[in-house]
């Protein structure tokens, strides 16, 4: 049988990983920038997570959602604390675009309600609702298509409030990005912000922070919609939470009522998924991780923003994006194989660094230099 052809492959196989560093089958090493999508969160290979999994996989690696499961407990009690929000509760899945999924669907379960409100640029996911609300018309399948979704301009306020208005009962939920990722690191402004908690609240609808790519820390804040002092109804998070185990959740106001059958997942809170979020917050705690993700994030960005040749920098913490003119459209690829740095890459030309969170100075420079010579080749 052949793999079903979806992916464009880098021409890299890696065999070994340790903290910002992989290595390919060559042993040739490579600074990770990326993260495979932001995934990577302590780093590769953290002697604590590995340690976690593995005993944890000597006990029980797996039982379904019928069981009691402590670990669920203690990764809920861990996450309230470090998120801020310990009257919140969670419910644990398996990806982001579940995540967001299952917050769409709470959504309208509470609300009685169909309409949802997302915004141009947006990537929610792939599932179903995640990807009727994600704004790219080339990976909607014609089942997928719905009325019930409608697209407004990010970050305008007065386009949300005359939206509101002309439709204020029939609005389920807006979904929104703290920071668009796939949309080239757009930050969402604080009035923005502000107003969506404002017309949420006079019309009963739902505030989803999507929290899948710019949460879990990297941007300084646990959240990254927490710089705008509102509060979301969910958070949805995902990719970091696991540094590579797959592990998501949603993060749920103590407004919403949970009853027997209304979520579900066979997958999801797993034993084993648990553990390895249990380790990476405890290593995020240990290891001071949001401090160090705004302390070498600020000095990226400083530094970045000195190059003549950038158009725009733009993120917080270790969330970025690089706008490069077209004439650059090479560079992202460039340094993968002259320089051996891993990067992403967004639309239009936006160089993507998704790090791990205790990237360290000397890494950050690595990456520096090199970008001062792809730019000057
Ligand atoms: C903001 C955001 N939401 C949701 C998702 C979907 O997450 P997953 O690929 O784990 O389903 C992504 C993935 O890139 C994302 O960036």
């Given at each position: ?61 797996f039982y379904s959602n019928s069981i009691i499961n402590p670990l669920q407990e203690e ?303």
């Open positions: 049988m052949e793999l079903f052809n979806v992916y464009p492959l880098n021409p890299i196989q890696i065999e070994r990983a340790k903290g910002s560093c992989v290595w390919d089958e060559q042993g040739n090493q490579y600074l990770d920038l990326y993260g495979g999508h932001a995934v990577i969160s302590i780093g590769h290979s953290h002697p604590h997570y590995v340690e976690a999994l593995r005993s944890q996989l000597d006990k029980v690696g990764l809920a009690e861990k996450l309230g604390r470090a998120c801020g929000k310990s009257d919140y509760r969670l419910f644990l899945v398996n990806s982001g675009a579940e995540a967001n999924e299952n917050a769409l669907k709470l959504a309208s379960f509470h609300t009685g309600r169909k309409r949802i409100i997302a915004f141009r640029g947006a990537f929610h996911g792939r599932t179903s609702l995640a990807v009727a609300v994600t704004d790219n018309p080339k990976i909607i399948a014609p089942v997928n298509q719905t009325d019930q979704v409608v697209f407004l301009p990010y970050n305008d306020v007065e386009a949300l409030q005359t939206y509101f208005s002309a439709h204020r009962d029939e609005i389920a939920a807006v979904i929104v990005e703290g920071i668009q990722g796939v949309g080239g690191i757009r930050e969402a402004s604080i009035p923005f912000l502000k107003a969506i908690r404002e017309q949420c609240d006079l019309s009963g609808a739902v505030f989803i922070a999507d929290s899948v790519q710019c949460g879990y820390g990297r941007t300084g804040d646990f959240f990254s919609h927490d710089y705008a002092g509102v509060l979301a109804d969910m958070y949805t998070t995902a990719k970091g939470m696991g540094n590579g185990f797959p592990i998501g959740g949603v993060i749920i106001s103590p407004r919403f009522e949970a009853s027997f059958g209304l979520l579900g997942t066979t997958f999801g809170g797993n034993h084993l998924a648990c553990a390895a979020a249990i380790a990476v917050l405890d290593v995020m705690e240990k290891e001071d991780l949001l401090a160090n993700a705004s302390t070498i994030g600020s000095y990226l960005k400083k530094e970045l923003a000195q190059f003549s040749r950038v158009s725009e920098v733009r993120g917080r913490g270790l969330m970025i994006g690089i706008e490069l003119p077209e004439d650059l459209a090479h560079v992202k690829k460039d340094l993968l194989i002259k320089n051996r740095i891993f990067t992403g890459e967004a639309k239009p030309n936006v160089v993507r660094l998704l790090p791990a969170m205790n990237l360290t100075k000397a890494h950050a420079d690595q990456f520096l230099q090199a970008f001062h010579e792809r730019l000057n080749a």
